[in-house]
């Protein structure tokens, strides 16, 4: 059912997925968690929908663009389906918006395999993903998948290597230029910065903990048969599908040193783990694995909505 209906890629699967992450987005904030009471929470509601219609957007262009699966919407309805076992996300919006700038930035990062305009990519990677850290601080490791790109992806000239310090100061410092006019503060990134975690105890809890063993099990999964698979690549994709090997590692150390453990941290590590497993499914021979794999993600968000 799931298999036939997503095999391909049509507008009206981006619909569907629209309408279930809307329905999800409905639930979540209006009857469990109780705040849609006037006209401004609606318009909130509104607005968040927005937010991820525009991250759906930007994914798929991102995997038709670059190729990372076959021509249908597995990983989309994949995508909808991980956002939605994270309820917490319509409530933590600069999780979200950090993500956001981070698609950006690998956007740019896997073009630069074309190996033009390489320097104008960088440098607009390095901005994305210093705004990305101004929402969410530990973004800023991302700023390791940009020089990892640079030395497999772009050429020889490792003098590319300083154009993501130019993309990150002209950020800090047209940053510091607004704290200084409005807060009156030159100081800023002193109170900005994260503390190290490992204090785990916000997953002691089953809303928490659940969404955090579905995707990572599911990351693993998708990891390791990549890993194997990536043999049959064409070379020309190969480098891409290793700067998501990278991603989703960096989305893991992010998750292990933030402060703000809550599960909203899960959402750097879905849009790999979502191709990964969409590649599972498009060249699984047993469709049947293929179908509980899509009813299995369909399924999860619904357990956790009612589980207390």
């Given at each position: 059912?799931?298999?036939?209906?997503?095999?391909?890629?049509?507008?009206?699967?981006?619909?569907?997925?629209?309408?279930?992450?809307?329905a999800g987005c409905f639930l979540y904030t209006i009857l469990d968690l109780n705040e849609a009471n006037n006209y401004t929470d609606i318009a909130l509601l509104l607005t968040q929908n927005i937010i991820f219609l525009l991250l759906f957007l930007l994914f798929s262009f991102i995997i038709k663009k670059n190729r990372l699966s076959q021509s249908n919407s597995y990983a989309l309805f994949l995508f909808c389906c991980f956002i939605l076992t994270i309820p917490l996300l319509f409530k933590e919006p600069n999780p979200v918006f950090s993500f956001f700038f981070l698609l950006l930035a690998l956007r740019r990062i896997l073009s630069l395999s074309s190996k033009k305009n390489s320097e104008k990519k960088i440098l607009d990677a390095s901005i994305w993903i210093a705004i990305a850290a101004l929402f969410y601080f530990w973004s800023i490791l991302f700023f390791i998948i940009l020089f990892i790109a640079i030395i497999q992806l772009a050429s020889?000239?490792?003098?590319?290597?300083?154009?993501?310090?130019?993309?990150?100061?002209?950020?800090?410092?047209?940053?510091t230029v607004y704290h200084i006019t409005v807060n009156d503060s030159f100081w800023w990134f002193l109170e900005y910065k994260e503390q190290i975690s490992f204090d785990f105890s916000p997953y002691y809890s089953l809303k928490t903990i659940i969404p955090f063993i579905f995707i990572l099990l599911l990351g693993v999964f998708g990891v390791i048969y990549k890993s194997i698979n990536i043999s049959n690549t064409p070379l020309?994709?190969?480098?891409?599908?290793?700067?998501?090997?990278?991603?989703?590692?960096?989305?893991?150390?992010?998750?292990?040193?933030?402060?703000?453990?809550?599960?909203?941290?899960?959402?750097?590590?879905?849009?790999?783990?979502?191709?990964?497993?969409?590649n599972f499914i498009e060249t699984n021979s047993k469709k049947w694995i293929?179908?509980?794999?899509?009813?299995?993600?369909f399924v999860s968000p619904f357990v956790i909505f009612f589980i207390k």
């Open positions: 059912m799931l298999t036939s209906f997503f095999s391909n890629s049509k507008p009206v699967h981006f619909i569907v997925v629209s309408l279930l992450l809307f020889k000239n490792y003098k590319l290597v300083f154009i993501p310090f130019v993309g990150f100061t002209s950020i800090f410092f047209l940053t020309k994709e190969k480098s891409k599908y290793w700067i998501l090997l990278f991603s989703v590692l960096i989305g893991l150390i992010l998750i292990i040193l933030t402060n703000n453990k809550n599960g909203s941290e899960l959402i750097f590590l879905l849009a790999p783990i979502s191709i990964f497993i969409a293929s179908e509980l794999f899509l009813w299995f993600a």
